[in-house]
């Protein structure tokens, strides 16, 4: 093996490895095949992936044993309410599968079908998969949490539990208990994350490394196919689409 390539190789391992991203000017060497093999190997070493998408290269992690894995504890204190639970963490990764495939025609597409969504949008999709479990009978809903591991009933409870603001109200922050500031809470996070970006007002689209990691990863059933199924499959099979999941109407 050539030492010029493992040299080479080591070096962006050392700057993905200190920034979890740069740029492919700044990485000639990676379209080496010696040194992407080797940069691959590093990176396989610490449970990540190396995702090449537009103008950069990124350092994904796989696995919760990645020192990249952001804990639940990262997640709450970083970018949650202080009056956070685990039940707004695991609902704000529930938003982030639903506004994903808002892009991919509920994931039956390898390639985006839209190119943005309005906030209101998502989370009006977002209230119908919601609804859709909502009508599934509590028997069969407590046989789905045990099979995929994930308290359904309390994520329904907890989303039900915000106030319904009224779309007249305009600013919603961390500190108003309402489901478009968690929805806004979840955007700051897609944003700081490098998934979404902004392209107009109260609009958001799809970056190219969210694309990468959706066609790589999201489909797997390690990782989301088995949320895909409940609220694609179930709640689809159970919704009705002139109901609204509402405690009363806006």
């Not at 390539?5 to 962006?12: C, D, H, I, T, W």
Request: aromatic share 12%.
């Amino acid at each position: 093996m050539n030492e010029k390539n493992v040299m080479e190789a080591f070096k962006l391992f050392s700057q993905l490895n200190a920034n979890g991203q740069m740029l492919k000017q700044e990485a000639k060497h990676y379209m080496d095949d010696e040194v992407r093999g080797l940069l691959m190997e590093f990176a396989n070493e610490i449970d990540c992936r190396i995702i090449s998408a537009g103008d950069s290269i990124y350092l994904v992690p796989l696995t919760i044993h990645s020192r990249y894995h952001l804990t639940n504890r990262e997640i709450k204190r970083d970018y949650l309410p202080s009056r956070a639970t685990n039940m707004d963490m695991y609902l704000m990764y529930l938003a982030i599968i639903v506004c994903i495939g808002e892009f991919y025609d509920s994931y039956q597409s390898q390639e985006p079908t839209r190119e943005f969504i309005s906030m209101h949008l998502w989370m009006d999709s977002f209230n119908e998969r919601l609804l859709g479990l909502r009508q599934i009978d509590e028997e069969t809903l407590i046989a789905l949490e045990k099979e995929y591991e994930y308290n359904w009933i309390g994520l329904l409870n907890h989303w039900e539990s915000m106030d319904i603001i009224k779309e007249t109200v305009k600013k919603q922050t961390a500190r108003t208990n309402s489901r478009m500031s968690f929805m806004q809470i979840t955007k700051e996070f897609m944003l700081d994350q490098g998934l979404v970006e902004e392209c107009g007002y109260e609009e958001i689209t799809l970056t190219e490394k969210a694309k990468v990691i959706t066609q790589r990863f999201f489909m797997d059933y390690e990782y989301n196919r088995g949320i895909l199924e409940v609220i694609y499959q179930f709640a689809k099979e159970s919704v009705s689409s002139d109901t609204k999941l509402t405690k009363g109407e806006d």
